[in-house]
């Protein structure tokens, strides 16, 4: 007999890939344990999250960590290997493909992060050969004056030690002095340590600039950031800086730390 009048229109759309998750970040504040977080973009059609890892120096490429629903918002990592930087990334995923990845690393650390570490000053050498580069023959030894900094990614900065005062009457002294201990709270965190050779004079301040990491943008590697810290120093036109050299969290630990003039080495132990 014919047809009816139409109904009424129903329209669908197809969903698009979901949107990067909205936060993702990486946290080592257990030892041989990093936890993974993240949240979801608000309306999306997400179907399950998958995450991923990669070992510098081990792996070549991201390797699956496995796959999410959306009402998991954390992961534990216990495959942990000291000194190693671990990258991980997320993408969300519906029928219609995969999100853009967001990404986060750790540089895990050689010291127990659940633990306080105390770094000490174990020894100072400098080598004879070199010994004009810092002090000249008539005013015999060397006097090393050593400060140390530290800054985090706050932008706040402190000395640690100000102008520790070492007599050289050998090319080695054994100092055994302890520097600070170092909290388990900030990864970013630097040690600046300064190393004057000096011959007295009037007192001045001194601005030493201490360094810190902080992650970039993208959240995939460190950028080297300074805050200046001042404090009370004796010095003059005639003493000789040595140098600046920094020792980080993550780094290997009892470095030596040596110095672009004199030969002049640091010994810390922790």
Same mark, same amino acid.
């Given at each position: ?22 936060? #993702? ?8 344990? /990093? ?8 309306? $999306?059609? /997400? $179907? ?21 629903? !959306? ?33 986060? #690393? ?18 100072? !050498? ?44 050998? !090319? ?6 302890? /520097? ?17 050779? #000096?011959?007295?004079?009037?007192? /001045? ?23 200046n810290a001042k404090f009370e120093d004796i010095t003059n036109a005639k003493d000789e800086d040595c140098g600046i050299r920094e020792h980080r969290y993550h780094n290997v630990p009892s470095p030596i730390?040596? #110095? ?8 810390? !132990?922790?």
């Open positions: 007999m014919g047809e009816s009048e139409s109904s009424n229109i129903v329209t669908a759309t197809a969903p698009s890939t979901p949107n990067p998750a909205e936060s #993702f970040s990486a946290y080592h504040f257990i030892q041989n344990e /990093i936890e993974l977080r993240w949240t979801y973009p608000q309306g $999306q059609y /997400i $179907q399950s999250a998958n995450l991923y890892k990669r070992v510098i120096g081990i792996h070549s490429d991201y390797v699956p960590l496995g796959t999410f629903p !959306t009402s998991v918002h954390h992961y534990i990592d216990n495959d942990v290997e000291k000194g190693k930087k671990v990258n991980y990334k997320i993408e969300l995923i519906n029928i219609q493909g995969n999100s853009n990845p967001k990404f986060d #690393f750790v540089h895990v650390p050689y010291r127990n992060v659940a633990e306080e570490t105390a770094i000490v000053l174990h020894k100072i !050498t400098y080598d004879d050969s070199k010994v004009k580069e810092i002090e000249g023959w008539i005013r015999g030894k060397p006097e090393f004056k050593i400060s140390i900094a530290k800054a985090g990614q706050s932008g706040t900065s402190a000395i640690v030690q100000s102008a520790l005062e070492f007599q050289m009457k050998s !090319t080695s002294l054994t100092v055994d002095r302890l /520097i600070l201990n170092w909290q388990p709270s900030d990864w970013s965190e630097v040690l600046t340590f300064s190393v004057i050779e #000096f011959d007295g004079g009037p007192k /001045i301040d001194l601005n030493l600039s201490a360094g810190f990491d902080k992650k970039n943008e993208e959240k995939t590697a460190f950028i080297n950031g300074t805050v730390l040596e #110095f672009p003039l004199g030969g002049v080495k640091l010994y810390i !132990t922790n």
